[in-house]
């Protein structure tokens, strides 16, 4: 008689995984049922619609992803449980990525910044991006991601553990996301008729 049994999972692999579950909760939430329209409109010509907000998570993950995964080949299997940022990769956190009044704020680097309009398959492309980094972190839960570097995709001479790097993937997107549920909320977004 066989058996299944089923590998257990890293208490940081668990923790970003529902980080994740409740980003796609809060996208789907959020922008579901809006029209294109609604999903490219500005609370001011300056700043990002829900749409572009998306969009710039969208292609981050792609981005960053790719570098993790690219990182993780060749290196000896060696899980850790928990993630531990460096003093840089927490200072990083704390200054760009963490949502709140001391958050630096920096232009998004052009391989990352959003498109001018966006598609109502925006949501979609997202989740897809979403699943692909629940893929990902599945995969680097046998690596010790603290030890393992990447060479961040923006700026080449900085490099950040896988694990500071899951850190700010999900971590961004709760970012962004609160950015777009604060436009969704404004008085004036424009009711469903508007098209």
Same mark, same amino acid.
């Given at each position: 008689?066989?058996?299944?049994?089923?590998?257990?999972?890293?208490?940081?692999?668990?923790?970003?995984?529902?980080?994740?579950?409740?980003?796609?909760?809060?996208?789907?939430?959020?922008?579901?049922?809006?029209?294109?329209?609604? #999903?490219?409109?500005?609370?001011?010509?300056?700043?990002?619609?829900?749409? /572009?907000?998306?969009?710039?998570?969208? %292609?981050?993950? %792609?981005?960053?992803?790719?570098? *993790?995964?690219?990182?993780?080949?060749?290196?000896?299997?060696?899980?850790?449980?928990?993630?531990?940022?460096?003093? &840089?990769?927490?200072?990083?956190?704390?200054?760009?990525? +963490?949502?709140?009044?001391?958050?630096?704020?920096? !232009?998004?680097?052009?391989?990352?910044?959003?498109?001018?309009?966006?598609?109502?398959?925006?949501?979609? /492309? @997202?989740?897809?991006?979403?699943?692909?980094?629940?893929?990902?972190? !599945?995969?680097?839960?046998?690596?010790?991601?603290?030890? *393992? !570097? @990447?060479?961040?995709? @923006? #700026?080449?001479?900085?490099? &950040?553990?896988?694990?500071?790097? &899951?850190?700010?993937?999900?971590?961004?997107?709760?970012?962004?996301?609160? /950015?777009? +549920?604060?436009? !969704? /909320?404004?008085?004036? &977004?424009?009711?469903?008729?508007?098209?």
């Amino acid at each position: 008689m066989m058996a299944s049994q089923t590998k257990t999972l890293p208490p940081w692999c668990i923790r970003l995984l529902a980080s994740l579950q409740s980003a796609d909760e809060r996208a789907t939430a959020l922008a579901s049922s809006l029209s294109a329209a609604q #999903l490219n409109w500005k609370v001011q010509p300056s700043t990002w619609s829900i749409g /572009q907000c998306l969009h710039h998570l969208y %292609v981050t993950n %792609v981005v960053y992803l790719a570098a *993790i995964e690219e990182s993780l080949k060749g290196h000896p299997e060696g899980p850790v449980d928990e993630v531990t940022p460096g003093w &840089f990769g927490r200072w990083f956190i704390r200054s760009y990525i +963490e949502p709140s009044s001391q958050s630096r704020r920096a !232009r998004a680097p052009k391989k990352i910044a959003p498109t001018s309009l966006v598609d109502v398959a925006i949501l979609d /492309q @997202f989740l897809r991006s979403n699943q692909e980094a629940r893929n990902t972190i !599945r995969r680097a839960s046998n690596y010790d991601v603290n030890r *393992i !570097r @990447f060479r961040n995709p @923006f #700026l080449s001479l900085i490099r &950040f553990t896988v694990g500071t790097g &899951f850190e700010i993937v999900t971590r961004h997107e709760h970012r962004h996301l609160l /950015q777009a +549920e604060r436009i !969704r /909320q404004s008085s004036d &977004f424009p009711a469903a008729p508007f098209l």
